[in-house]
């Protein structure tokens, strides 16, 4: 069992930078890929960004490549988002998640096991 919980969103001006962390419980967190999810309102829940279990490999959304930054300590079992250069379309609900996987480049919900309770972020323009 992986439970997640996700905390650092806010309200932020456009260009400025947040950083979410995603605190897991489980002693086998390490054993698990990691991916960021956002859903806005109306729309679907859709990929941000994953991380391997080795954290050897990452995988950005387009609309994220080279703002973002997915990384992970294992050993505080932890998840970190690093969001820099914000627009007003990243205001979402970020989610993370776990895939037992550990491997690959998933990049669909369903492909996902756990899920944290999600934060708010809200760029303004």
């Known amino acids: 069992q992986v439970q997640l919980v996700e905390s650092g969103g806010g309200l932020v001006q456009a260009g400025g930078s947040l950083r979410l962390s995603c605190a897991a419980s489980?002693?086998?967190?390490?054993?698990?890929?990691m991916g960021w999810f956002r859903q806005a309102p109306g729309k679907e829940r859709e990929f941000v960004a994953r991380i391997s279990w080795s954290g050897g490999s990452t995988y950005y959304a387009d609309s994220v490549k080279g703002r973002f930054t997915i990384s992970r300590d294992n050993a505080k079992n932890t998840v970190y988002l690093q969001m820099n250069s914000l627009k007003p379309e990243d205001t979402a609900v970020y989610y993370c998640?776990?895939?037992?996987?550990?491997?690959?480049?998933?990049?669909?919900?369903?492909?996902?096991?756990?899920w944290g309770q999600g934060t708010q972020v809200t760029v303004s323009s």
């Open positions: 998640a776990a895939d037992p996987a550990g491997w690959g480049q998933h990049t669909a919900t369903y492909e996902y096991d756990y």
């Open positions: 489980g002693r086998t967190f390490s054993r698990y890929a």
